[in-house]
């Protein structure tokens, strides 16, 4: 037992410097979440939409479409998280989270429809119209055998381990106060 503070209860004393002992464990999900966040930074300039079986003969990268949203939110994500790395404030992680589950919601939504990029595809160097667009875009699909590329799977699961260790570095700030 001791007698620090004056109580008989066992106390344990403070970590070295007035910090708490789980301020580390905070800052390696900020870390990670931020490596989540480069992840999806860089899936957007890789292909999202390839053809043929093995993925080689050819594709359209994410910044022909969504992916402009994608690298902008990972930046603010990436932005949001470092700032809670520097100051150590809870709403930061949160905001980085919940930043990154937009990129996640585009992702998932590119990679069940592969069609829409291509159809954004030829809307921009066809200028045809949408409907004709969306129609050439099924065909394509069906000729081409077009489906998900890797960098929507990279975004993908950067975004979702931004979230997750954004809302576990949230929570984890939130308890050492």
């Not at 106390?11 to 979440?33: L, R, V, Y």
Request: hydrophobic share 50%; glycine share 12%; no cysteine.
């Amino acid at each position: 037992m001791s007698n620090y503070g004056g109580s008989s209860y066992p106390q344990t004393a403070p970590a070295p410097g007035g910090a708490p002992a789980d301020a580390g464990q905070s800052k390696k999900f900020a870390i990670i979440g931020i490596v989540g966040a480069a992840l999806a930074l860089v899936g957007s300039f890789v292909n999202w939409v390839v053809s043929g079986k093995d993925g080689l003969d050819g594709g359209i990268k994410g910044m022909d479409g969504d992916g402009v949203i994608t690298l902008i939110v990972s930046i603010v994500a990436a932005l949001a998280l470092a700032a809670a790395l520097a100051t150590k404030k809870a709403p930061l992680y949160l905001g980085g989270a919940i930043l990154s589950l937009v990129t996640a919601v585009f992702a998932v939504i590119n990679i069940a429809d592969p069609a829409r990029l291509v159809a954004a595809k030829f809307v921009d160097e066809e200028k045809v119209s949408d409907s004709v667009a969306e129609k050439a875009a099924e065909e394509a699909v069906k000729q081409f055998d077009i489906s998900a590329g890797p960098g929507l799977y990279m975004v993908l699961i950067g975004a979702l381990l931004t979230v997750v260790f954004g809302v576990l570095g949230f929570m984890k700030s939130r308890n050492s106060r």
